[in-house]
């Protein structure tokens, strides 16, 4: 009886342990999406409002047309490093998880 409650303590540790991990990789990946969120919007709020200056004070209509093909761009380019930071944080995330399940599970592939 004692062997089997020991099995049970062993067990539970490690699941604890195991939630413990897939809780500070989850919470590691939604601290860096929330960094990213933060400065992306930083960004943006200040790229719109230099833009708005810029607009405002255009007094020619090839200038505005200028001015607005740059903001069009500039905002492809950041939604495009927002995306690959986001998927960046996203692999990372689940080469953690990845690399948990490998060690918990007996038999499982590994991944280099």
């Known amino acids: 009886m004692n062997q089997v409650s020991e099995q049970f303590r062993r067990a539970n540790q490690t699941g604890m342990q195991t939630l413990e991990t897939v809780a500070a990789v989850a919470f590691d990946a939604m601290e860096k999406l929330a ?28 200038t505005l047309v200028s001015l607005q093909a740059g903001v069009f761009l500039e905002s ?22 990845s690399k948990l399940v490998t060690e918990q599970i007996p038999g499982s592939p590994r991944r280099n």
């Open 35 to 62: 960094a990213l969120n933060l400065g992306m919007v930083r960004g943006v709020l200040e790229q719109r409002e230099t833009a708005s200056r810029k607009l405002v004070a255009a007094t020619r209509p090839e």
């Open 76 to 97: 492809s380019r950041q939604a495009m490093d927002y995306s690959q930071r986001v998927m960046e944080i996203g692999n990372a995330a689940r080469d953690g998880l």
